[in-house]
């Protein structure tokens, strides 16, 4: 007799990206791509790069003013980062 086992494409596409290792770069693009999203537009427009290197998110910012007002926010706005990927993908943030 035949069986069928359904599942649902979201599980085994997961399922498969992560046998291949590519779950993890795959959530950390979502992540630094949320950035925008999460600060605003006018953060953003200072960012000039993100990226993430050991589970900390470096952003280098061109307003040294600003770069310490985020400086003192890094816990909700690593929070808050992580909610929009999902997971802990990020424990710090490190502003340059």
Same mark, same amino acid.
């Given at each position: 007799?035949?069986?069928?086992?359904?599942?649902?494409? &979201?599980?085994? *596409?997961?399922?498969?990206?992560?046998? #291949?290792? =590519?779950?993890?770069? !795959?959530?950390?693009?979502? @992540?630094?791509?949320?950035?925008?999203?999460?600060?605003?537009?006018?953060?953003? &427009?200072?960012? *000039?790069?993100?990226?993430?290197?050991? #589970?900390? =998110?470096?952003?280098? !910012?061109?307003?040294?003013? @600003?770069?310490?007002?985020?400086?003192?926010?890094?816990?909700?706005?690593?929070?808050?980062?992580?909610?929009?990927?999902?997971?802990?993908?990020?424990?710090?943030?490190?502003?340059?």
């Amino acid at each position: 007799m035949f069986r069928q086992k359904v599942e649902s494409l &979201r599980d085994v *596409l997961l399922r498969n990206l992560r046998e #291949q290792g =590519l779950e993890t770069p !795959l959530l950390q693009k979502r @992540l630094v791509e949320a950035w925008p999203q999460v600060v605003g537009p006018v953060i953003a &427009r200072y960012t *000039l790069n993100t990226y993430i290197y050991n #589970q900390t =998110l470096y952003v280098r !910012l061109s307003n040294p003013a @600003l770069r310490s007002d985020l400086s003192m926010m890094r816990t909700e706005l690593v929070k808050k980062l992580n909610d929009v990927a999902g997971q802990q993908i990020i424990v710090d943030i490190r502003f340059n």
